[in-house]
């Protein structure tokens, strides 16, 4: 079975703070995404990466950054983190098959919600 | 604004009834469609999936959707919901190696 890991569950930071949220998955997937899941907006995507130190932004990608030195970490920063930054992140991955990079399914992890006081 | 629409926000149900959640995009060409799940406190998994032949797919659970062309939708259903079928449901299009996810349908099942 797939797994896809994220470092925390539950995150508290302060406004200003640069915020790490790390990412593992353990099927040797090619493909890593950054969502942000919020009340009546679905997941939204803030960054994903098709390769390691490739990244491509997402919908939402004002205000992160994202880093993808090993293949099976991609990691999500909140520059300074904000209000408006609170939300519940989740990490996913997938296969590359053929030509695309999104074929078949994406694997999530269990979410980190971040808030942001 | 090409998009992914769940209208149904929240669906409340007792156990035995049928259920329909709907879904429809904007997107025109090719598109791969899936339905997935988010049980309270799990994260999120695939219920199904839709990329070429019968139009009527059939997932985990019971649960089946039927994709008709056009009516851009991709529907879901399932004959007799049970508690445990409590969850967020999402809908979402693969278009251009990324996954458009809808707001998605809080359903609740009674006993």
């Known amino acids: 079975d797939v797994k896809v890991t994220q470092s925390s569950r539950y995150l508290v930071k302060r406004t200003g703070e640069k915020v790490f949220l790390e990412c593992v998955q353990d099927m040797d997937h090619e493909n890593m995404f950054w969502y942000r899941q919020d009340p009546g907006l679905g997941l939204r995507l803030i960054y994903f990466?098709?390769?390691?130190?490739?990244?491509e932004k997402g919908d939402i990608p004002e205000g992160y950054s994202v880093s993808r030195e090993k293949k099976e970490r991609f990691s999500l920063i909140l520059e300074s983190a904000s209000t408006n930054q609170t939300s519940m992140y989740l990490c996913?991955?997938?296969?590359?098959?053929?030509?695309?990079?999104?074929?078949?399914?994406?694997?999530f992890g269990p979410g980190t919600r971040l808030t942001v006081t | 604004a090409q998009s992914v629409s769940q209208h149904n926000h929240h669906v409340i149900l007792s156990e035995a009834a049928s259920l329909e959640l709907g879904c429809n995009y904007s997107?025109?060409?090719?598109?791969?469609l899936f339905w997935y799940v988010q049980y309270p406190g799990q994260h999120l998994q695939l219920l199904l999936k839709y990329f070429s032949g019968d139009p009527l797919v059939k997932g985990i659970k019971g649960f089946e959707a039927e994709f008709i062309k056009s009516k851009f939708s991709f529907n879901l259903r399932k004959p007799s919901v049970q508690w445990s079928d409590t969850a967020e449901y999402f809908c979402?299009?693969?278009?251009?190696?990324?996954?458009?996810f809808g707001t998605g349908t809080r359903l609740q099942v009674f006993p």
């Open positions: 997107y025109g060409g090719t598109v791969n």
């Open positions: 979402a299009v693969n278009k251009d190696d990324k996954l458009i």
């Open positions: 996913a991955s997938s296969l590359t098959i053929g030509t695309s990079i999104v074929s078949y399914e994406q694997y």
């Open positions: 990466s098709y390769d390691v130190k490739m990244k």
